[in-house]
């Protein structure tokens, strides 16, 4: 799983100044660095979030954090690896996005989890493993924005 979300980070880091990674068995935290001013990096995440259709919970504009509510998202887009999914399992993500400024200039963190749990709501909600895609996902469209 580490491994997978390096090499996602490897390629990120191609175009940008860099990419850290840190991963646990249901939580994926990535982070780039990006030449451009932190109030634009931040106005960019907003608009991602947007875009990317994110159940926003809160924007803290005082501390640079936006966090989202539990959402479901479709097991095909491969978000995550649920191992033993059930025909009748949602599939939830929620994320913790923060920026944090240095000399070296903005940085963006995604903090992701997800989870399968039964639609009945009877049984256990299991942890599923982070695949990066969405935080990769992300990353790409933010840039995107930026570059706008």
Avoid at 25 to 45: F, I, K, L, P
Avoid at 110 to 128: D, L, N, W
Wanted: glycine residues 4%.
């Amino acid at each position: 799983m580490l491994h997978r979300t390096l090499v996602i980070c490897f390629f990120a880091s191609l175009s940008l100044m860099g990419c850290q990674a840190h991963s646990s068995r249901q939580t994926v935290v990535m982070s780039w660095q990006y030449a451009a001013d932190a109030e634009d990096v931040w106005q960019a995440a907003i608009k991602t979030a947007d875009e990317m259709k994110l159940d926003v919970r809160n924007i803290d504009a005082a501390h640079d954090t936006i966090t989202t509510n539990w959402q479901q998202f479709d097991m095909y887009q491969d978000y995550a690896d649920c191992a033993g999914a059930l025909p009748d399992a949602d599939f939830m993500m929620r994320h913790v996005i923060k920026l944090t400024t240095s000399d070296a200039g903005p940085k963006l963190t995604v903090q992701s989890s997800f989870r399968m749990e039964r639609e009945s709501g009877a049984g256990v909600i299991t942890p599923c493993d982070s695949t990066g895609k969405f935080e990769k996902r992300f990353h790409d469209k933010l840039e995107k924005t930026l570059k706008k």
